[in-house]
Nanobody, 123 residues
């Protein structure tokens, strides 16, 4: 059974940083495309960062480009996202997800999800 477990969320002031981690099990992590989504109350889930299996191609939403950095450690079956210069608009539940095949933004195209970790940024 595929499991994705996120950690690292918390409450920070604007301008602060967090590093989120997602540990995967039950899949061939080395061949998996990994992504981070976020969802705020009343808003749709959106892809903010993704990384393909080789780690040499990444995606970032325009709203986080230059502030977030995704990485993966295949030996540890773990994907990270470094959240820097956080803004109140970054407040959301952040979800780790995985899929096979091409990288796409639509959440419904992703196969497995973690339960999320909350990031709250105060002004």
């Amino acid at each position: 059974q595929v499991q994705l477990v996120e950690s690292g969320g918390g409450l920070v002031q604007a301008g602060g940083s967090l590093r989120l981690s997602c540990v995967a099990s039950g899949l061939d992590f080395n061949w998996a495309t990994m992504g981070w989504f976020r969802q705020a109350p009343g808003k749709e889930r959106e892809l903010v960062a993704a990384i393909i299996w080789t780690g040499d191609s990444t995606y970032y939403a325009d709203s986080v480009k230059g502030r977030f950095a995704i990485s993966r450690d295949n030996a540890k079956s773990t994907v990270y996202v470094q959240l820097s210069n956080l803004k109140p608009d970054d407040t959301a539940t952040y979800y780790c997800a995985t899929k096979t095949g091409a990288l796409v933004q639509a959440p419904e195209r992703w196969n497995y999800w973690g339960h999320g970790t909350q990031v709250t940024v105060s002004s």
